[in-house]
């Protein structure tokens, strides 16, 4: 099985850039610019990254961005994260960021999309793994600056596939961002957003129904509403579920509770994600091999989660089809 799934190809749909900060990388990029970090070791982040809830990760995960100051830093962490997607057969990858962690701090909108993009390009050419951008703004500011993110966003464009929100659910509901995603979809961006992580079921609806949005990040407590359930299956929208993420914020006792194949046996389109791998233990397969083992998942049922990984992906037809043609492929001559 650990094989089958390193072998398996895969897309990757829920991923934070800054959340892919393993410590190594950023001893060396606050050393480079001569920033000081509160740990001494990499012992020392490894014990602060013991998480009882959303914010208490969100603290941390804040900080640890601040140390990423230029074009080059983020870069490498762009290209270091895709490092890892090409060891792991992920073919394609859509990459969250956060603007606002970085302009806030006086980093300019340029110096961030710059780093990431051309990492991607360089990553697309040398490592043949492809990637999209969604541009999250975070609920815990307000729309205004939403706003002003979007229009910072315009001159790049074409760099830019979609706009997510992401940040402290709980008190921030998807409605409070209703004319921004209104402005963002008309300048042709896609919409998607987390919802129901720690938020309610009604936060997930008011995603779909006000922001309009075409993908679920995290969705784990559209469980708690029949109807709702039934209307995402119905609206054909993917869930994109980050198995360690839940275990290490606690919105999962243990993976074995985890809702991962009650979703799946419900009729929910869903895929496997790290969401931060640099703070939830684990890369997207340790997530597949760990949920396969907890859950005792089937081949198939592992083959249908890198299905959904490329068909509810933001590629267009023609390369969807071809990363559904090379899964087939691998699936029928290793199940
Ligand atoms: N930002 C980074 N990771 C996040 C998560 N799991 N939920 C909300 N915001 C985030
Ligand atoms: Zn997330």
Redesign the pocket.
Known sequence: MKKFIENLPKAEL???IE?SFEPELMFKIAQRNQISIPYKSVEEIEEAYKFNCLQDFLDIYYQGAGVLTTEQDFYDLTYSYLQKCAQQNVRHTEI?FDPQTHTERGIAFETVINGISKACEDAEENLKVSSLLIMSYLRHLSEKEAFKTLEQSLPFKDKIAAVGL?SSEKGNPPSKFKNVYEASVKEGYIPVA?AG?EGPAQYVWEALDILGIKRI??GNNALDDETLVNEIIKRDIAL?V?PL?NTALQVIDDLHNHPLKKMMDLGLKVTVNS??PAYFGGQVNKNYIEIQQALNLSKAELYQLAKNSFQYSLLNDTKKQQYLTELEVYYNTNK
């Open positions: 829920h991923l934070h959340g969250m992401d987390h992580e990040d995290h994109t980050c993420s969401d931060d």
